[in-house]
């Protein structure tokens, strides 16, 4: 009987042991990201600046394009298969999804990919305003938990 529980509190443990070995390194996955200013940001109509994300020096770079209003910066990323704004409010600097006029993708597509309870949570990053240098860390280090687990490996 010593042996039985023995034997299960050993699996138990070895169980949990690689579940948060396996969670400890999907957290470092993107933990490396470049970003780099585009030079020719004015070939985009509308865009005041452009830069591309790549994380893990991966080949496949993430787009943000920059738009600057009135009173807000926005600040479009573009996947593959997927699209969210980040952008400056009354309330602070957080994300949301494209609007409809500025979408390039299936909505339905954008849905799938992206994580909608996320998308709740990452509304206002901070209340603060922010500069494009911050702007861009917050986004490089916020998208990842964004897009859906099983949709990942479009970041690389």
Known sequence: ?????????????????S?????????RMFEEYTIKQMEHAELFTGVDAAWTLTYDNQ???ILISF??????KTYIVRGDHFEVVYECTKVGFGARMVKKSESRFPRLLTAA???????AKQQ???PN???????????AA???DLVNPSYRHLLN
């Open 1 to 17: 009987m010593k042996t039985r529980l023995f034997q299960l509190a050993t699996v138990v443990v070895l169980i949990t042991l």
């Open 19 to 27: 579940l948060s070995l396996s969670a400890a390194d999907r957290s």
């Open 59 to 61: 080949e496949c770079p």
């Open 67 to 72: 738009k600057k209003n009135k009173n807000c």
């Open 113 to 119: 990919v992206l994580n909608s309870e996320e998308l």
């Open 124 to 126: 206002i990053l901070t």
């Open 129 to 139: 305003r922010v500069d494009d240098e911050r702007a861009l860390a917050l986004i």
């Open 142 to 144: 916020y998208l990842p």
